[in-house]
């Protein structure tokens, strides 16, 4: 009986550590030229809000369709272009589509002014953010 | 006996300090920096069994993140195990169907989950991420309760969607506010959560998207959804969600300031196992 104890333990960590599958993550391949990364200038509540979303649009206007809504962190064509009323954004799905720019502030992590955020070609072959804490 | 004495070296005694080593472990797995914070809640559930608390990390306006104790879910199953696979005892193969299954409700919740054409493991390991499959009660001014922690609003909006796309429903869904403290009830709107995270998904060219790719849309939002599961593994957590999040909120859901979203991955993993990896939609 004593000496079961270790060798319980002992069993149940290398159960725990054999068995636990690891992360299929995705890799970031090389930096996508011509868009930054921005924020959505909405809340956190907002955020949560299941019936909450940015739409984004086939084209520079009203009455263009919505052809689907932005993720929180959308890449923006480069330069920044504040006086207009929409900008051209890159989708997480490849695809260029357009955002008002109402909706749109610089990228930041508030609590850490050392972060920075690119839009990537990740290993799928579709853009992804590649943020970076730099700490 | 006084608290000083030294226990006697009795098979009662050994079996205590076994269940202390293990809980220790286990504590050591589950824990990191934000299991202080834990907050042990007493537990309501509906029509089931006795059940025993868990540490649950509360947050306004988001579902908690909770930590459910001394189940089997920490520990995948020792084979491949497939959706289906029946290497479960009769259930949908994982850990987390069984502990789901275990629930007086369990079964029914399965079915619904099915009939809203998510599949049964999905719901079972959302369930068991989100509160251990206990039957929560709101708490601290939020609305977040339930065996799936919604909000009334989210509960809400998907349970309006899930019978207006399964009509069939009619006769046994219960739309109103208190059908989300009906767990086999709230399992339908959870259900529909998870579909749309699919679609939003799918929408930016994942195909078949995974209980882990359709993990980042429950717990942190639809707009993040997309974002964290199309990050690398490499990227840091806490900074992709800062801006939208507050230090607080984000350490009360585990995420420090160094945890990376691979990291975050490897969270979910380690609770649900081989669901994890499985599709959503069946």
């Known amino acids: ?135 | 006996m006084k608290p000083t004495d030294k226990a006697p070296d009795t098979p009662r005694s050994r079996a205590s300090l076994r269940r202390f080593a293990v809980a220790a472990l286990c504590a050591g797995m589950a824990g990191g920096p934000s299991l202080a914070r834990a907050d042990l809640q007493i537990v309501t559930q509906q029509g089931g069994p006795p059940a025993l608390p868990v540490p649950v990390f509360q947050e306004t306006g988001l579902p908690s993140f909770t930590m459910p104790m001394g189940t089997s879910s920490f520990v995948p199953p020792p084979t491949g195990g497939g959706g289906g696979s029946g290497d479960g005892g009769g259930s949908g193969g994982t850990p987390a169907d069984d502990v789901m299954l275990s629930r007086s409700w369990g079964a029914l919740a399965s079915q619904n989950a099915t009939a809203v054409g998510v599949s049964a493991t999905a719901i079972a390991a959302t369930c068991v991420l989100e509160s251990g499959c206990q039957n929560l009660a709101a708490v601290g001014g939020s609305t977040v309760s339930g065996v799936y922690q919604m909000t009334n609003s989210t509960y809400l909006a998907d349970i309006q969607a899930a019978l207006a796309q399964n009509p069939s429903l009619a006769g046994t869904i219960d739309t109103s506010l208190a059908g989300k403290m009906d767990p086999a009830n709230e399992a339908i709107a959870a259900a529909q959560d998870l579909k749309n995270a699919v679609y939003a998904l799918q929408s930016v060219g994942v195909t078949n998207p995974t209980f882990l790719d359709a993990r980042a849309y429950y717990q942190w939002g639809a707009g993040a959804g997309p974002s964290v599961a199309q990050a690398p593994d490499t990227a840091s957590m806490f900074d992709t969600l800062s801006s939208y999040y507050t230090p607080a909120q984000l350490a009360n859901n585990g995420i420090s300031p160094s945890t990376t979203v691979g990291q975050w991955r490897q969270t979910i993993i380690n609770k649900v196992g081989t669901a994890a990896t499985q599709p959503v939609l069946i």
């Open chain 1, 1 to 135: 009986m004593r000496s079961s104890l270790p060798l319980f333990l002992l069993t149940m960590v290398t159960q725990i550590v054999s068995t636990n599958s690891h992360a299929q993550g995705l890799t970031a391949v090389e930096p996508i030229p011509g868009f930054v990364c921005m924020n959505l200038a909405i809340s956190h509540e907002q955020v949560v809000d299941r019936s909450f979303f940015v739409p984004v649009y086939s084209a520079p206007s009203p009455t263009a369709t919505q052809v689907g809504t932005s993720s929180i962190i959308p890449f923006i064509k480069e330069p920044f272009q504040p006086r207009e009323a929409y900008q051209q954004m890159l989708t997480l799905g490849g695809q260029l589509v357009w955002i008002e720019t109402k909706w749109l502030k610089p990228w930041s992590s508030p609590s850490n002014p050392k972060a920075t955020c690119t839009p990537w070609l990740m290993s799928n072959g579709r853009p992804g953010p590649k943020v970076d804490s730099n700490r």
